[in-house]
């Protein structure tokens, strides 16, 4: 649980980098998104990406304040519960509710 946990601070990472690009990489390319300010559904990388692009422009730092991990081995694992973002540009704080599907990759990473 705790791997799975941590799959969380690898996409915080990726958001840290600022580039919508490698964060859009942390989703396979059938996976869905329901974006924390938006609510318009992305279901496709560039739709993914783009909800990035202007994401990022806000310079969010994410944590999570209560969660639980699900695993159903040997295929796929969730991490869902509350979390939320410092944003860079201004100090305001968007709290949301969050839900990651995390899928087992042929060569065995998440």
Do not use: H
């Not at 799959?7 to 059938?30: E, K």
């Not at 300010?37 to 202007?54: G, T, V, W």
């Not at 990022?56 to 730092?61: G, I, V, Y």
């Not at 295929?75 to 709290?95: K, L, P």
């Amino acid at each position: 649980k705790e791997y799975i946990r941590s799959l969380f601070d690898l996409w915080n990472n990726a958001l840290a980098t600022g580039d919508s690009a490698i964060v859009a990489q942390r989703y396979t390319q059938d996976a869905t998104l329901l974006p924390t300010l938006s609510d318009r559904l992305r279901n496709d990388s560039a739709s993914i990406q783009d909800y990035f692009d202007n994401f990022l422009s806000k310079k969010p730092t994410g944590r999570i304040l209560e969660g639980y991990v699900q695993i159903q081995e040997p295929t796929w694992a969730q991490d869902n519960g509350i979390y939320e973002f410092t944003m860079g540009v201004d100090g305001s704080i968007v709290r949301a509710r969050y839900t990651f599907i995390y899928q087992r990759q042929q060569n065995g990473e998440w």
